[in-house]
């Protein structure tokens, strides 16, 4: 198994551009979850969604903040226009309804100058 | 509300020693309570986790943690540390079934440093 999935590793971008983060859940899983890494803030779950639809996205910090996930492989998590206080590592996970454990991808580490 | 407290921001240990990483957690039932790690650079990956029984839990390389519904504890341990645990470790918890949140709350990360 190939595992979560996330693309690119690493963004640098300039604040007021669009940024796109990718995710490939791991395949079979129905939850798909976002979470954003900071040193101040800790571990934060943004959103989360079952077959494909958005459960809970009262994580998102704001309207910047969307995420879409059109079919069970594929999920992105957009921020526009973004600001250098989005700079942080992104992770996606997924897990199989009627289990526990979460896996998670590598991260996206994004850095908004 | 479910909540998960990290005391430590950081443990030191010598390598060959016993370690232990300490987790409090607040749920209104009966909790389900995991750990994972993070090594530089990389996604957290699961460790251990309690759900139900033992309160000893053994885990992925050597880990092992003790449920206390007491003292609402679920502390990470290792008899003997080695240089490769170095790492951050996050304790994370939700309500069991029937609490309506499959939501998982993670504590902050204790970064463990184990002396060679």
């Known amino acids: 198994d190939a595992g979560v999935i996330q693309s690119p590793r690493h963004e640098v971008t300039e604040m007021g551009q669009e940024v796109t983060l990718r995710c490939k859940p791991i395949?079979?899983?129905?939850?798909l979850f976002w979470y954003r890494q900071t040193m101040m803030r800790g571990l934060e779950l943004l959103i989360y969604?079952?077959?494909?639809?958005?459960?809970?996205d009262s994580g998102m910090p704001e309207d910047r903040f969307s995420a879409k996930m059109p079919n069970a492989s594929f999920s992105t998590l957009k921020i526009q226009p973004s600001e250098p206080r989005d700079s942080a590592v992104y992770f996606c996970?997924?897990?199989?309804?009627?289990?526990?454990?979460?896996?998670f991808g590598p991260g996206t580490r994004l850095t908004v100058l | 509300a479910q909540s998960v407290a990290q005391p430590e921001d950081q443990v030191n240990v010598a390598e060959g020693n016993p370690l232990t990483v300490k987790c409090t957690y607040s749920?209104?039932?009966?909790?389900?309570l995991f750990w994972y790690v993070q090594y530089p650079n990389r996604g957290l990956q699961f460790l251990l986790k309690?759900?139900?029984?033992?309160?000893l839990v053994k885990g992925s390389y050597g880990f092992e943690a003790e449920f206390n519904k007491s003292q609402t504890s679920f502390h990470l341990k290792k008899p003997s540390a080695l240089v490769s645990d170095s790492a951050l470790y996050f304790c994370?918890?939700?309500?069991?079934?029937?609490?309506?949140?499959?939501?998982?709350?993670f504590g902050k990360g204790t970064k463990l440093s184990v002396i060679p």
């Open positions: 996970a997924s897990r199989r309804g009627g289990t526990d454990t979460q896996y």
């Open positions: 395949s079979g899983h129905d939850y």
């Open positions: 969604f079952n077959n494909n639809v958005p459960i809970d």
């Open positions: 749920v209104s039932g009966n909790p389900y």
């Open positions: 309690y759900i139900t029984g033992d309160n």
């Open positions: 994370a918890v939700r309500d069991g079934p029937g609490a309506g949140s499959y939501q998982l709350t």
